[in-house]
């Protein structure tokens, strides 16, 4: 019956733990572990109401309509967040084999996944799924220096080989199966900085910080010349329909009600840059809570049904 | 260029963009499938049908535009290399706010707004600073 405490305060408090960045893979583990928690806590009230011999019998339908509900909310969020992103995935990935084309500058550096579009714009992106791509645009090659690039392209692969997406995924079906008064923005933002604070750390090892931080620089003020209309921050907002602008498009009126006060998860991760990972003690505690949350619901299951 | 590789790495729509393309700056378009079939087929091996799918696919996405000519169709580019890098480019971009669309691709980063860019600069020469100080890590 705590699975209530696990869905609403608790991930904003997480989400404001912000030393723990600088152990990214263990935070994630640490907030999957609590997320499932949580799904786990939910879909025990039945089993637990069903077993137990005190309570009356609307208690019990009652609680068999909260966990079968809550299991088909996971299940119907996770078949339409699978089957949309799987579709924006080939089309998309259509569209850059199509009209990319490859680069020498790049072809040394990573295998035949690497797209160049045609476009001024400074962008790089991935996209993952069966049809791997890094995706760049001229604007990117012409915008950075080789050291950068390099940088870029190692951040990029290492969401391809460690398969962020899927810890995305994860937390947008779990983040729409969530009615959604109870949603917490924080934590879907807190996860996407984490996902890209683990990749900057991965590049970091094979560019040094200080190109990496050059190439967060370069990128984020190409995009937008002096007349920065750009409002978005790829990890910063949750729901919110900012409305985002390529670089020179004027009449976007997104950046107006952008408030100045919040934070840039860009500046979080170029900080973090320079920050020592964190210590061996701290990190195997992290590993030992999230064991500890996980095994929490299973062990009160296993209580009530004995 | 190895004929496993073709579909694998996407070549294959590239391809077909690329001689529809080249029929159009020589005047040659619109193209039929058997036309782009010969043409790619001059330097690799592949199924008429092969061909087929992915045009009508590539029309689908709105690349190529399609119109009929007896029993089949003829096939156009929408428009130039850059146009629809712009288009799509456009269309992605304005759609990053969406999160399905940050979660379907991830990118290096946001965009940020010119205050923003303002306090990277200002964390740069920090990071620059703490790391010529420090040893590397």
């Not at chain 1, 583990?29 to 005190?54: E, F, I, K, R, Y």
């Not at chain 2, 700056?25 to 079939?37: I, K, W, Y």
Request: charged share 20%; hydrophobic share 45%; aromatic share 4%.
């Amino acid at each position: 019956m705590a699975a209530g405490s696990l869905a609403g305060p608790g991930p904003r408090v997480m989400a404001g733990l912000t030393r723990f960045r600088r152990a990214p893979f263990e935070a994630l583990v640490v907030w999957q572990c609590v997320s499932l928690a949580g799904v786990v806590a939910a879909l025990a009230v039945a089993p637990a109401a069903v077993a137990s011999t005190t309570l009356p019998g609307w208690a019990t339908v009652v609680a068999l309509l909260f966990s079968g509900g809550m299991l088909a909310r996971v299940l119907w969020s996770g078949h339409r967040v699978g089957t949309r992103l799987r579709s924006e995935r080939r089309r998309h990935g259509e569209l850059v084999d199509a009209l990319g084309t490859h680069d020498s500058r790049t072809a040394g550096l990573a295998g035949g996944e690497v797209r160049v579009l045609a476009h001024p714009t400074p962008t790089a992106y991935c996209l993952p799924g069966r049809r791997r791509r890094v995706v760049l645009t001229e604007g990117t090659l012409l915008a950075l220096p080789a050291d950068e690039l390099a940088a870029v392209l190692a951040h990029e692969r290492a969401h391809l080989r460690a398969r962020h997406d899927l810890v995305l995924e994860f937390f947008a079906v779990l983040h729409e199966a969530v009615p959604s008064r109870l949603r917490a923005v924080e934590a879907l933002r807190e996860v996407r900085l984490l996902v890209e604070v683990l990749a900057d750390r991965a590049a970091r090892k094979v560019a040094g910080p200080v190109p990496l931080a050059r190439a967060l620089v370069s990128l984020a003020r190409g995009a937008h010349p002096d007349t920065a209309l750009g409002a978005t921050d790829g990890t910063t907002d949750g729901d919110a329909a900012d409305g985002g602008a390529v670089g020179g498009s004027a009449g976007d009126g997104g950046a107006a009600d952008r408030s100045a006060g919040a934070s840039s998860a860009t500046r979080d991760r170029m900080l973090l840059l320079t920050e020592p990972d964190a210590s061996p003690a701290l990190r195997m505690a992290m590993l030992a809570f999230a064991a500890l949350v996980l095994t929490t619901p299973v062990a009160l299951l296993a209580v009530a049904l004995g | 260029m190895p004929h496993k590789a073709i579909n694998k790495l996407g070549e294959l729509e590239r391809a077909v963009m690329d001689a529809v393309w080249a029929a159009g700056a020589d005047g040659r378009a619109p193209l039929s499938v058997r036309e782009v079939h010969d043409e790619l087929s001059r330097s690799r091996d592949l199924a008429y049908t092969t061909v087929m799918t992915v045009m009508g696919r590539l029309a689908e996405s709105g690349l190529l535009t399609q119109e009929r000519s007896g029993r089949a169709y003829l096939y156009a580019a929408a428009d130039s290399r850059e146009e629809l890098t712009a288009t799509s480019m456009r269309a992605q971009l304005s759609g990053m706010a969406a999160p399905d669309r940050r979660t379907a691709m991830l990118h290096f980063l946001g965009d940020a707004t010119a205050e923003e860019i303002a306090d990277l600069k200002a964390a740069l020469a920090e990071v620059e600073q703490r790391h010529s100080e420090g040893p590397r890590p």
